[in-house]
């Protein structure tokens, strides 16, 4: 009788997501009146457990096989359904994130058990157990309810916090067990095989930086200021269908949702109306500054900064900016 | 951004083409404090104005659309925000090749370079076309793509600029309040309130676009446009549009006979069309600007629609097969169930104005109507009696209705349509009392607004052989088009009533009257002549707009010490109606009521007309014991016992006869009773054919909204009376004027001296604005730029001629003069044969003895 | 030997930038929406056809839904599909074992026909429900490996044919790459490719398809939907940082803070 944390780790680094999950499993087991015990797949984890018994897993299990010396998510989660079973686990939970949810997957499927993806609140209740999880991205909420034996759930990312059971970092005390599962080379066919690091440079999808222009640029030879002040960060340009459709720019620089979705850091979007048709694809950057003319466009509205100007004038500034900075 | 206000002189709601323009304009004419309002974003609020495909064809055979439509284009160019690509219409049947003559002739008249190419000399210019399915093109080198948000933008940055007027974006109107005006039976807008707050208004303009209804109707007014679907979809990108390095580097191809355009768009090609099912939402069913996935007017495409003309759009640009569908919608814009836009005060609210049911390709045009008629109390650029919100009647505004029509017509968005065509849907919403009888006679239906008139009666058939039709050159027409919508019954008939008499029921007319204490001043105030005469009196009259040009031209009858009766036509009856309203003295020594469905009218006339008459009655019907223009009260024999009637012995056929005026219900005895005692006389049931047309072209009667429009005053128009009464009217100042100069034109009646066209065909112009030339085939335009062209057309059947009539410089308006019309892209020789009179018994001897 | 693709898609409306729920809120409230496919499934729909066009062999597209996702599976087929089967379910959705069950009795009636299919092609996630595990619990009842979140493909060919698959996915510092023998099943995520827009000739001839189709049927599974909510919505305000190009000290002060100016 346990809650059973599937402890996310990556060449010996506890995953952010590992300590989320710790958090989420603490008033949970509180709530059902069970332990939270954690599971660290592979033996090169086992330095790991300190950190999980540190975030809340009063049992760290230690899972070794030979089978199970990198991930796989078929390996992983046979290993974790052999252990809920010996634990005889209420609850096996990780986190939303793409190895939690895979790992989950793949483990409902193997129990015969549903599996709740992206939960951002659980009441267990005798009965079926009411579930809320998001959906579309967290544009929506859906409340289900879960009948099954045990309850498999993933955290939905970042909807609990990743902090120590002692807010002053003190040590908890270890209980580590070992745990050595039954697998064969089945369960071994998904297995990272390699790893390279040979990812393209940023792509607009991925850049930090995006300078978006649009309508306002008036122009394809309009965008030199924005290919500079990208260039200075590193950045990517990108433009609105106004921009693509005017023959300014191709159709793969185009943000929207008829083009690419980007999620920077920054985003600035400099002459751009901010239709939604763009809104959809550049709503996941974490900050907006929008440059414009005019005061009442709707990426200003959106927007979290923004400068009421010319960006023909706003942009080669900036730009002029940072190199004196970089220069003093 | 400034603080929401409180009050404001104008309050605009909508910031797309149209309310931009408006800013501008009204700026430009000196007003401020205004606001302008919108639920969107700027600078793409979401409406139809931001998926709007953008381009000008400035030929259109309607001379409001394409008046308006240049005038539009000339805004856009002024602005710099425009380019002339030239746009092809493209046939590939010979009827729509016919058509594209037709559109030459337009061209012609409106001013508007053009010419007809052959297939091959269309791919000269459109190399992409497959010159294999079309007959050729008609090449307009003046169409023009325009940029229209960003035009919105300088207009209301210009009237911002100004100081005239707040915007305030992402505001949301929630109500139009209004106050009851008792004096006239309507109400007044007082303020708006938003989301954002109330605001006192002194005037409130809706130019809501697709939402304009929903918005109206907030004031308890109506503006009747339904939302509907025109299909786009960007196909690319295509490397020899991308070549061109351009927004638009190859003229727009319109491909007329699968009612679809291609436009050039950057490195793809637009693809619209008119050809899918009639697609309508109502307002409620338009996503907001946060629910939509694009905009609130960019609606999910259904692509079942558009199958069809995806592979018609191949068959013309095979490219187009191969090139990506970027991007594709349900592209709303505003239908009217006349295909007319709704400009002007609503009848229902005052100082609610609607600037709705425009399209880009007229924006900024409409919006220059709408800001001279809140300036100066009627537009100065055009007459817009087709885009008047005041046009409709009550059954014209209701959703079955507007659903209906815009059905019927969306299909003829790129359709050929007769001048004369007719409605199929929604018919029989208004009918005479003699509708069965009618029916019996095998009347021809022609619709007015809603009323059912016979245009001929089949049953009339027997007096084109009587009366020799076809000797006389009259008989069926040689070519379809001319044919079509027209029977040379109608010839037996004027003929019959010439010689015998005919019973032409006139029950659509639209009956007012103004009663009370201050009823005769008022309509002295309205009217040109004089109306402030005996008991008994009628009065022809114009009325005329503030600049003195043609607001109406009707009958004013002095029934009683403090009653005056109106009598107009049907077209012109609720725009009549509200003009009267609108003026109405606020003291309460007025009231109106409109008395139409009380009131049956029919017209009895010609020489046989007295003794037939005169079986039904004893009164003196003599020319001297009842002369022309006189009214009587009389009590008519019939069947059922006696009717009492009201005699007005006026013509607009030119033979002498009774307008007989009776309560509704007693319609049907009076209707049999005169051709129980006629039928010795030789009566026939007569259609409009000879009333509005025939009979009335050959005497040279005007008609309002044809020869009699805001920008002829009646000195042009040769109506003007050789005294002016003292008493103030709309328009005095003007008219005085006017009649101090020498008339710029004259109204004049043509004689069409040869009508055999080139491949020996006789032809018939319609009176649909074709172009009047010199000898020499240039267009004819006046000191003012107005251009002469055939406002009415007949068969002059009396008289053996093809008759016109078009306003002509004075110069030229003297009777013998020679000159030619165009028709279907042909020159045809005329003659002046009359001014200011008329070409049959120009004496009046038939009317007056 | 001719490939054998297939790929599993789901109808998903097409919302805005605010979603609306039906009134009994059981359901987003399409009534003024378009649908389309989640779209990491039509970048599988893409990833196959181009496998597909270069090493020769086919696409059949298999959906399960309402009848109306025939849309979807004509739209599929104008970018390159060849077949098109649909599972027809009474528009109810479904909880993702129900449809797990469903669509792997699909692939085993559709394989029974014919060949078995080298290559199952899921997306990571639908776009609405986004459940994460349809994939994964086809694969186990089909026995096949199974690795989500796919950004790469590579078909690897011995002597037969197609032998096996590498696959990789993005992670922070690069790809993981795993290697998956022949037939077996992948998950696949937005950004492998630029899916291509359909032509006009494309979608011409994907409405002469024919359709393979027949009602769905499984039992459901454990996770049952309550109601859907709209959680509390935030409101943005916009800081103004200036009205002119003297704003750009400003700008810059905000890029050092935001961490993105040492580059």
Known sequence: MTVLVLLEHDRGELAEAARQALNAARPLAEELGVPVHGVLVGEDAAPLAQTAADFGAEVVHVATHELLSDYGPDAWAETTRQLGDALDADVVLSVGSDRGNEVMAHLAARSGLPFVANCSRIAPNLGPWSITRIQWGGSLLEDVTLAAPRKIVTIAHHAAAATPVHPDCRAVDLRLERFEPELDESVAVTMIRGRDGQRRGSTLSTAPVVIGGGRGVGSADGFSVLEELAELLQGRVGCSRAATNNGWRPHSDQVGQTGTRISPDVYIAAGISGAIQHWVGAMAAKKIVAINTDPDANMVAKADYAVIADLHEVLPAISEEIRRRRDA | MSEFPTNAKVVVVGAGIVGNCLVGHLADLGWTDMVLIDKGPLPNPGGSTGHASNFIFPVDHNKEMALLGVQSANQYRHLGLSVDCGGIEVARTPQRWDELQRRMTSAKTWGVEAELLTAAEVAEHVPFVDTDVILGGFYCPSVSVVDSLEAGTVMRAKAVNAGAVDVFASTELLDIETIDTPHNGLSKVTAVVTDKGRVEAEYVVVACGVWSNRVANLAGATIPLVPAVHQMADVGPIDILAETNNEIGYPIVRDMDTFCYERQSAGSMEVGSYAHRPIFHHPDEIPSNDEAALTPTEMPFTPDDFDQQMEQAIELMDMLGDAEIKYAINGLLSLTPDAMPCLGETAEVLHLWSAAAVWVKEGPGMAQVVAEWMTYGYPRVIDPHGADIARFYDWERNDEHIWARCAEHFNKTYGIVHPAEQWVSRRELATSPYFSRQKAYQAEFFEARGWERPQWYNSNADLVERYDVPARGFGRRDTEWDDRWWSPVTIGEHLNLRQHCGLVDLSAFQIFELRGPGAVGFADFLAVNKIDKPVGSSTYTPWLTPDGGFRSDLTMMRTAIDTVRIVTGVFDGGRDAFWIRKHMPDDGSVSFTDRTADITTLGLWGPNAPQVLGELTDHDLSQSGFPHGAIREVEIRTAAGPVRATLFRISYVGDTGWEIYANWADGPALWDALFDAGESHGIRPTGGGVYGSSGRVEKGYRLMGAELESEYNPVEAGLARPKVKAADFIGKQAYLEAREVAPIAKMCTLTVEDQTDTQGRRRHPQGGNEPILTGDGQRIVDSHGRVSRVTSASPGPSVGKHLLMAYLPTELASVGTDLEVMYVNERFPVRVAAIEGSVFDPEDIRLKG | ?263
């Open chain 3, 1 to 263: 030997m001719a490939l054998r693709i297939l790929c599993c898609v789901k109808r998903v409306p097409s919302p805005g930038s605010r979603i609306n729920l039906t009134d009994d809120g059981t359901a987003v409230d399409a009534t003024h929406l378009g649908f389309t496919t989640s779209p990491h499934e039509e970048c599988a729909v893409e990833e196959a056809v181009v496998l597909a066009e270069h090493e020769g062999g086919t696409v059949t597209v298999l959906t399960l839904g309402p009848p109306e996702s025939v849309e979807q599976l004509r739209y599929a087929a104008s970018v390159g599909a060849d077949e098109l089967v649909l599972v027809a379910t009474d528009g109810a959705p479904w909880d993702p074992q129900r449809t797990a069950a469903a669509l792997a009795e699909a692939i085993k009636r559709l394989e029974t026909d014919q060949e078995t299919f080298d290559l199952i092609l899921f997306g990571n996630e639908s776009a609405d429900s986004g459940g994460f595990q349809v994939g994964v619990r086809v694969a186990n009842a089909l026995q096949r490996p199974m690795v989500n979140g796919i950004k790469r493909i590579e078909l690897n060919f011995d002597g037969d044919g197609p032998g096996s698959v590498s696959a990789r996915r993005a992670v922070d510092d690069g790809f993981e790459v795993y290697e998956l023998p022949l037939p077996a099943i992948l998950g696949v995520k937005e950004g492998i490719n630029l899916p291509r827009y359909p032509t006009m000739r494309g979608r011409l001839a994907s409405k002469k398809l024919e359709i393979s189709s027949w009602e769905g049927e499984a039992a459901p599974g454990g996770q049952a939907l309550v109601r859907l909510r709209r959680p509390v919505e935030q409101t943005s305000t916009t800081t103004i940082l200036g009205n002119s190009a003297a704003a750009a000290p400003a700008v810059v002060d905000l890029l050092e803070e935001l961490g993105v100016f040492d580059r």
